[in-house]
């Protein structure tokens, strides 16, 4: 025996009852049958021995059954016969010492190599030796009392290793490194081999597929993995099917076996017990296989060792798949995430710009190489198609793929198919028709139309080089694009026509070009507001009449737009169609008013604030008359740069049918100006909100240089503007109109329109 650490004065608590003197003399006494009697059927061993020789004068069936069993007819033999080897010497040895000494020795958690060769096996007792005294007190034999330990201590380290692993699940270690350390800790813990495997069920539960199986053969391994479940597939594939333990003792005669039998007998396996492993629900989660080297059916143990570690693998698999879900959950949020980070810099960028082709563009590099390594965008112009914009990663495939033109009308072209049906079309080989395929590397394309109300007008054609290949999800993130950057061109397409209509409707309300004025340097601005989609309502004319003098005006119609265009277009046609036959500016002014007053409610009700004015070349300069009707005040600029509000009473016009109105006469020298401008000027704000103001444009006027012609006082005013607000958006229309006398051989105009 190998001996743990020797202990005196303690003993098993089945040996502290008994004293020394309790036994009698001659082997045989009360004491020896009263012991046979209570070990006898006792799983404890015990066994009497007499003499120096260690003589088995009685023992029970467990004294026996732990030397190797069949021995019970050998009493009266000596120990050293029933105990050969190193075992049996050691342990003679600690009997002799006994036996000479007369004193007891207790063992604990002894272990002791019982049987020789093949039937060798390790076992761990605890047991007490005790000296058999006579009635004189001297020694006549040993007692030996004991307890095999072998279950308690193979019990001890299955705890701890399940401990073991169900701390690794806690701690989210790798599946197959859970399943394989379990198969490990059950094939070191059997007491006879057994082989561990463990397969996986798909998430149909139709098949099963490798999980571990440290100890079985690759080829073996190999052979089962993917086995189908359903009755009669082996152990395990019957097992699943069943959801029920399926016990096979001999492989070679069963019929559940019938497929894999000789792939069995190459793996050297002759008996396979299987547990369905099942989740919480019920579930199919994978088997729990032990298969053994000889033919061998399951005792108790085996079968609860099974489900304990069915149930373990269960719990590691449960929460491998909820570890996994938990990932993918995580996974597909990020996937949304980006996706809608893409789209949203994407969407950001495509209506960053109010340009068509801009938008397109940018949809194509936004798609390269996010969605594919190759974009095109395709048109329909003229009943033709144009391509408009590629994306490529090198500026040669770039200029490669845009020199394709797709054939609008051919059928075997994807985007002529896609532009008819409306719909998208995906395919992994190059597109169908001529093309530059091969010299791209095309692999596979995508065509997605863009489309309107229901009505395709372009197409964004994705295409795919080497491995790349397009999944669900690209197609629908490329559907999405293309939906945001069809509507972004739309807008695009729209706010382009609009603000051409509204540029040629605005050119119509003011003059193209300025007329040349005798004795005058006239020079005009108009900046809109905004984005200039919508037609102001700040207006000015310059015309002659047909007695050598000239008609101006500045104005501001309340409102824009349409109705405001209306207006503007009633105030100069009507001053056209009267000045030349009215006696003077009062009248024409009046004329005005009588006329907005007439026009129907469909055109308009809003106010008019003017000022209107006549001018005469003469020797001295210009000789001006104006009336002014609730308009801004204009201002003289005098050869000294002092600039003198222009004083003229008068209300608004379109209010009332008798406006008062003043004439007021003033003269302009050489050099000297005269200022009209619109509220847009004086009530642009800078970023706090702040006003221009009238005292801003006074010393705007000033400063400008000495002498200034009309464009030089245009410019000094709107510089000091832009300089005020920033060149931030204005919020009204802005107009200005200068007059400035040359004397009556010079005569100049000139005019600017933003």
């Not at 995906?426 to 590397?441: M, N, Q």
């Not at 000091?720 to 006398?741: C, E």
Request: aromatic share 6%; proline share 6%.
């Amino acid at each position: 025996m190998t001996r743990g650490n020797t202990t005196h004065g303690k003993r098993q608590a089945a040996v502290s009852v008994l004293a020394p003197g309790d036994f009698g003399a001659g082997g045989g006494g009360r004491a020896d049958g009263d012991l046979r009697a209570l070990f006898g059927q006792s799983s404890a061993v015990f066994a009497s021995l007499a003499g120096p020789a260690h003589m088995v004068e009685t023992a029970n069936d467990a004294f026996f059954a732990a030397l190797g069993g069949g021995e019970r007819g050998r009493v009266g033999v000596p120990l050293g016969q029933l105990m050969p080897g190193p075992t049996g010497q050691r342990f003679i040895a600690l009997l002799d010492r006994v036996y000479r000494s007369g004193k007891p020795h207790t063992e604990r958690d002894d272990r002791v190599l019982l049987g020789q060769g093949h039937t060798a096996r390790e076992a761990h007792f605890d047991y007490s030796c005790e000296p058999r005294l006579d009635a004189g007190g001297n020694v006549m034999g040993v007692l030996v009392i004991g307890v095999e330990t072998t279950q308690v201590k193979h019990a001890q380290r299955l705890t701890a290793e399940h401990r073991a692993l169900l701390e690794q699940i806690a701690r989210q270690a790798p599946l197959p490194e859970v399943l394989e350390g379990m198969a490990r800790v059950i094939e070191d813990l059997a007491p006879e081999e057994v082989l561990v495997s463990v397969l996986l069920a798909d998430a149909d539960g139709r098949h099963l597929r490798h999980g571990t199986a440290p100890s079985l053969p690759d080829f073996y391994n190999q052979a089962i993995d993917g086995i189908a479940t359903g009755e009669g597939v082996g152990s395990c594939g019957t097992a699943a099917h069943r959801r029920q333990r399926v016990i096979v003792g001999d492989i070679a005669t069963d019929p559940f076996w019938d497929d894999f039998r000789d792939l069995a007998d190459r793996a050297g396996v002759a008996a396979c017990w299987s547990t369905p492993i099942l989740a919480r629900d019920g579930s199919l989660l994978g088997t729990f296989a032990m298969y053994h080297r000889v033919p061998r059916v399951p005792q108790e143990a085996d079968l609860a060792l099974a489900g304990v570690f069915a149930d373990t693998a269960a719990l590691a698999i449960e929460r491998h798949q909820a570890e996994q879900a938990r990932q993918r959950a995580e996974a597909r949020e990020e996937a949304a995430r980006d996706d809608l980070a893409f789209l949203l810099e994407t969407s950001t960028a495509l209506t960053s710009d109010l340009d068509a082709g801009q938008t397109l563009q940018r949809l194509a590099a936004s798609c390269v190489p996010k969605l594919a390594p190759l974009c095109a965008v395709d048109i329909i112009e003229g009943g033709r198609v144009r391509r408009v914009a590629t994306a490529a990663p090198t500026p040669a495939q770039r200029e490669l793929l845009a020199s394709h033109i797709p054939v609008y009308d051919a059928a075997d072209d994807a985007v002529a198919r896609v532009l008819a049906s409306g719909t998208s079309e995906v395919a992994r080989r190059t597109p169908t028709g001529p093309g530059p395929w091969h010299d791209l590397g095309v692999t596979g394309y995508l065509c997605v139309p863009l489309t309107v109300r229901g009505t395709a007008f372009g197409t964004v054609t994705l295409l795919s080089t080497g491995e790349h290949i397009f999944d669900g999800h690209t197609v629908a993130l490329a559907e999405e694009l293309a939906r945001r950057a069809a509507s972004a061109a739309h807008n695009a397409r729209q706010y382009t026509h609009r603000a051409t209509l509204a540029r040629d409707l605005q050119a119509g309300l003011l003059l193209p070009d300025l007329p040349t004025v005798p004795g005058a340097d006239v020079a005009t601005y108009y900046h809109p507001a905004g984005e200039g989609l919508d037609i102001g309502g700040d207006f000015y004319d310059v015309f002659p009449l047909d007695d050598g003098r000239w008609a101006f005006m500045l104005g501001d119609v309340c409102g824009r737009g349409a109705i405001a265009a209306t207006t503007t277009a009633l105030v100069r046609h009507t001053a056209r169609a009267v000045a030349s036959f009215l006696p003077g500016p009062q009248d024409v002014v009046k004329a005005i008013n009588r006329a907005l007053s007439n026009r129907p409610d469909s055109h308009g009700t809003g106010f008019v604030t003017l000022v209107y004015g006549q001018l005469t070349p003469t020797p001295e300069g210009l000789d001006i008359a104006l009336v002014r009707a609730g308009h801004t005040l204009p201002l003289h600029l005098d050869t000294e740069h002092n600039a003198h509000p222009v004083e003229a009473r008068g209300s608004l016009l379109g209010i009332s049918p008798d406006p008062d109105v003043t004439l007021r006469r003033l003269r302009l020298l050489p050099h000297e100006s005269l200022l009209l401008y619109t509220d847009g000027i004086t009530e642009a704000r800078d970023a706090k909100g702040e006003q221009f103001g009238e005292q801003r444009l006074a010393d705007a006027l000033t400063s400008a240089m000495h002498r200034p012609g009309a464009q030089d006082v245009i410019d000094a005013l709107t510089q000091a503007v832009r300089s005020f607000t920033g060149g931030h958006d204005i919020d009204d229309d802005q107009a200005v109109l200068v007059l400035t006398a040359t004397g009556p051989r010079h005569a100049s105009s000139r005019g600017r329109t933003i």
